[in-house]
């Protein structure tokens, strides 16, 4: 039988350092609930904002897949892997960070703010070597339909990790319904509103809402108004 986890936008942890805006779905720095640790192989969920020229300096991450979308504006790459990239809108970026990565993320415009979701998931592979990757999506394949973006598969659609989940955006007309099908057998599925608001199996969800499910191999979507998107990722719950 389904089970949601209702997580609405004005529940989720939140720090205002000035330069950095950032909201924590889940325990994250200063934010600690013991009720928002993970969903299961979801970890770090953190909607984020940087003002102009500002950033993160240089820092460490291992034994962490690290998935970051820009929502708005540039952010600008740099890790000791010898990568100097910029993100943008309509791109994704993943690091499997595996037996260490340093790195900095700065906004690359100093006038005006960089929104960007950065997102870490469990490895079920751990000690790897460091990857980098990053790809330019056809946002025209994400209207009223789902676009993968993320997968377990070097060769399947979108980018890839080394964990069994799929990560799915899309842009919806008002009263478009799909179907989600659970890509792996006792996966659960997290549903995060970009934009607009839609029903989910039956929960009405507005922007920056999010909701987990488990225990069911379907989900419905409606979309509730022109312009609704939304970020579908499908991950193990973990034992």
Known sequence: MASNILHKAETRGHANHGWLDSHHTFSFANYYNPERMQFGALR????DIVAGGRGFDVHPHDNMEIISI????????????????IIRQGDVQVMST????????????KDR????????????????????????????????????IVSPDPNDAGTWIYQDAWFN??????DKTI???????????????LKGSFTVNG????????????GTDNIGITSLEDGAELLIMDVPMLS
């Open 44 to 47: 770090v969920f953190n909607d």
């Open 169 to 174: 955006m899309g842009l919806f007309d008002k």
């Open 203 to 214: 929960q009405t969800l507005s922007k920056r809402d999010g909701l987990g499910i488990t």
């Open 113 to 148: 703010p960089v929104s960007f979701l950065q997102i870490w998931l469990f490895p079920n592979k751990l000690n790897v070597t460091p990857r980098y990757d990053q790809i330019t999506l056809d946002l025209a394949n994400s209207k009223n339909q789902l676009q993968q």
């Open 179 to 193: 179907t989600y099908p659970v890509k792996k057998e006792g996966n659960g599925v997290y549903v995060f509103i």
């Open 98 to 109: 595996g037996t260490g990565v340093f790195h900095s993320e700065y906004n690359a415009n």
């Open 70 to 85: 820009p929502l708005e504006g540039d952010l600008e790459h740099k890790d000791n892997l010898g990568n100097t990239e």
